[in-house]
């Protein structure tokens, strides 16, 4: 923050990078916005598309088209840059070619004088949120990712929806890698304070496999949308925009990012989707709930898969 002027630098005007910045505008999350992409047209066009929405936003905020060295006075340095999915390949499988990119990003921000907080979206996110610790060699409570946050929203709207509640009002979480081997905490999943697993007693209707399905629809929700339209972006850029709010405005607020684990859940040296309590100085603290045996095991399962792939990395 420089004269205490809030500033978001956004790496990648893509599909995500692009609605992140809309919805900034529209929910007025910081005083400026700089747009930077490799394709310069792309991010000069969007400055310009946005700057024209200014009129009707709810107040001001100064928007440009820049490069690195607008960087080193942002808050936070989002990066939405590099490939995205396509049709039948997994967030794995785009590790090779996002960490060479990455390397080029992190290395350029730095070089300018960032010293702010990394908010990484790109794909795998888990695997490039720790790349971008390991090339930046900040503290890794100011290298997060959007780990679980999406899928997290996605599970509490399939919830909502299937017991008739304002999502807002559904506690649980997705956690583990973004991909895959993410998993439900159902143990510690509730609706205004009552278990679902207790609510599930109350209702002939409520079926088990109705459950199950669900989850399977929240895991495999990219895949259903990206057949449909060949990325994913709305979701995931109001995700962002929650974490850049919970930063910048040290709300404490607890949400499912990609986060360091250095003996919480009996893990170490990876990143991986957990809840944690995010405030101005970025992760404050991992929380650490209770997982029952199965979610262990789950839980393990997909650290193990995240660490192997980590490993082909560095
Ligand atoms: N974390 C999540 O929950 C989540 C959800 C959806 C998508 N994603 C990921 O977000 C990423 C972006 O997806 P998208 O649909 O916006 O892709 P996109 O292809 O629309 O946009 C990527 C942008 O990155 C830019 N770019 C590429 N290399 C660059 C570089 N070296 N420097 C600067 N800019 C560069 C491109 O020019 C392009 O504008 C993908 O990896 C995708 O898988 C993550």
Redesign the pocket.
């Given at each position: 923050m420089r004269n205490g002027i809030s500033r978001v630098a956004l790496?990648?005007?893509?599909?995500?990078?692009s609605s992140y910045a809309f919805a900034m505008l529209n929910q007025n999350i910081s005083e400026e916005l700089v747009l930077?992409?490799?394709?310069k047209g792309?991010s000069e066009g969007d400055a310009m598309d946005l700057n024209h929405g200014l009129a009707f936003a709810p107040a001001p905020t100064k928007i440009w088209y820049g490069d690195y060295q607008d960087c080193r006075d942002a808050d936070i340095v989002v990066i939405?840059?590099?490939?995205?999915?396509k049709p039948g390949e997994t967030?794995l499988d785009?590790v090779e070619k996002?960490a060479k990119?990455f390397k080029?990003?992190v290395d350029k921000v730095m070089e300018n004088g960032f010293d702010g907080i990394f908010l990484v979206?790109?794909?795998p996110?888990d695997i490039l949120t720790y790349a971008t610790w390991k090339y930046s060699g900040l503290p890794k409570e100011r290298v997060i990712g959007?780990g679980t946050i999406?899928d997290t929203a996605r599970f509490r709207f399939l919830l909502g929806d299937y017991f008739q509640i304002d999502a807002r009002n559904v506690h649980a979480y997705i956690i583990g890698e973004?991909g895959d081997t993410e998993l439900p905490v159902w143990s510690k999943a509730d609706i205004g304070g009552k278990p679902i697993l207790e609510l599930m007693k109350e209702k002939e209707e409520y079926k088990e496999e109705d459950l199950e399905e669900l989850f399977v629809n929240v895991r495999d929700a990219?895949y259903q949308i990206i057949e449909r339209k060949g990325?994913?972006?709305y979701g995931?850029a109001m995700?962002l925009v929650r974490l850049t709010k919970a930063i910048l405005r040290n709300e404490n607020s607890i949400l499912t990012v990609s986060a360091y684990l250095e003996g919480e859940y009996d893990s170490k040296d990876i990143y991986i989707g957990v809840p944690a309590i995010v405030n101005r100085n970025g992760i404050r603290q991992v929380v650490e709930i209770e997982l029952n045996e199965k979610e262990k095991e789950q839980f393990h399962h997909s650290v193990q898969v995240l660490t192997s792939i980590k490993e082909k990395v560095f």
């Open positions: 790496i990648g005007t893509g599909f995500v990078g930077i992409d490799l394709n792309k939405c840059a590099g490939a995205n999915q967030r785009l996002n990119i080029g990003i979206a790109t794909n996110v959007s999406l973004h990219a990325a994913t972006y995931i995700g």
